[in-house]
């Protein structure tokens, strides 16, 4: 099977699989970075940094990277590409209809019993990311406490998220790592 072909079939399950938006993509970019040698753990980090940080999805921006370090700029069309696939398509046959059912019993409680199979996966990527950076007694350390003290900024002030980046990207230019 070809490599463009390849991504396109894992891309399309990927978009397929991630209800819930961009970083619901993350547990299946972490199963990818074991299934095949197209990126490592440390570098799944470092994508998802540049995806958060370019304008766009995050799903659709770390497709269009994951492409891009497989096979170039026809990786990353078709990785992009196939990740929305699905998206638009059920968008197009489902999205009239969706007024209709809006009030569906059946409807809320499948969106109701997601939320929290969302939220684990997404855990599930924090957890991961967070026990792939931290290595080393002061990086352990560090890590941690520039993680908590970014937690802190977003729960409790009412700063951009951009400019919580912007600060952690300066920490992380005095802070030895």
Avoid at 11 to 40: E, H, M, Q, R
Avoid at 122 to 147: E, H, N, Q, R
Wanted: aromatic fraction near 12%; charge should be positive; hydrophobic fraction near 55%.
């Amino acid at each position: 099977m070809g490599l463009l072909w390849l991504l396109f079939i894992e891309f399309v399950i990927i978009g397929t699989f991630s209800v819930g938006g961009g970083l619901a993509t993350l547990p299946f970019l972490i199963n990818l970075s074991s299934k095949y040698d197209w990126y490592t753990m440390p570098e799944l980090i470092d994508m998802i940094a540049i995806s958060e940080s370019t304008p766009g999805p995050i799903g659709i921006n770390m497709a269009t990277y994951v492409g891009y370090r497989v096979s170039g700029i026809p990786g990353s069309l078709v990785a992009s590409l196939a990740v929305m696939l699905t998206g638009v398509v059920f968008m197009l046959i489902v999205g009239r209809q969706l007024e209709r059912f809006k009030n569906s019993p059946w409807l809320k409680k499948i969106f109701y019993g997601l939320r929290p199979t969302i939220a684990a996966l997404i855990a599930f990527a924090a957890y991961t990311m967070l026990s792939t950076i931290v290595s080393g007694d002061f990086v352990v350390v560090t890590t941690i406490g520039l993680f908590i003290v970014s937690l802190v900024l977003i729960v409790k002030t009412k700063l951009s998220p951009i400019t919580i980046i912007a600060m952690a990207s300066l920490a992380s230019l005095v802070i030895p790592f």
